[in-house]
Structure formats: C-alpha cells, structure tokens
Nanobody, 118 residues
Framework: QVQLVESGGGLVQPGGSLRLSCAAS????????MGWYRQAPGKQRELVAT???????DYANSVKGRFAISRDNAKNTVYLQMNSLKPEDTAVYYC????????????WGQGTQVTVSS
C-alpha cells in the first residue's frame, strides 16, 4: 500500500507563498529521488521539482527561481516552498518517487489543491 500524504495547499493571491509537505512511507522515501508533480484541470500531470537523497535539486523552467524543494530524511518528508505564485500555478500538487512506480491512482496520494487567484 502506497503511503503518501500531501498537505499545505490552499487559496492564495498572486505573488503569495505556500509551503507544501509530503509525508511518505519509508519504502517510498528511503534515499530515492523524490519529486513534486502537479496537475492542472484538463492537463497532464507534470514534474516540477526533484531532489536526490543527498539534497541535489532540479526544477522545471516554469518554477525555477520561485519554488524550492527540500527533504528531511529523518522524517521521510519532502517539502515544496512556493513563492511569487502565479495563477498558472493553480493545480493539484502531488509528491512521489521519480519516476513514479505507476501512474495509476493507487500509487499516489490524494494530493493538495493550490489555487492562485485574486
């Protein structure tokens, strides 16, 4: 059973900030490459940030310079600090291994909704 629990989403005005958290089971987290994905209505799920077991990060061009991914290996938790949010960042945000074990629903958490609107 996959255990991924995302939290921290909400409604924020353009230019605002949010910090997302993802608690993962040890079997998923371990020292694996972890990432934050997002899915906007009518669009495919996309990978926006990744972090290696020792903390090396990478970002999609659309969020580079605005988002920061981090992890706490002792807590099996991954974070996503999102600053300077834009309406186009509106989506459901998920975390998972990179690549994910499957795109099927059962291998993902429930996600957390981020809505950027004035």
């Amino acid at each position: 059973q996959v255990q991924l629990v995302e939290s921290g989403g909400g409604l924020v005005q353009p230019g605002g900030s949010l910090r997302l958290s993802c608690a993962a089971s040890g079997s998923i987290f371990s020292m694996n490459l972890m990432g934050w994905y997002r899915q906007a209505p009518g669009k495919q799920r996309e990978l926006v940030a990744t972090i290696t077991g020792n903390g090396r990060t990478d970002y999609a061009n659309s969020v580079k310079g605005r988002f920061a991914i981090s992890r706490d290996n002792a807590k099996n938790t991954v974070y996503l600090q999102m600053n300077s949010l834009k309406p186009e960042d509106t989506a459901v945000y998920y975390c998972n291994k990179v690549p994910p074990p499957s795109w099927s629903r059962g291998y993902w958490g429930q996600g957390t909704q981020v809505t950027v609107s004035s």
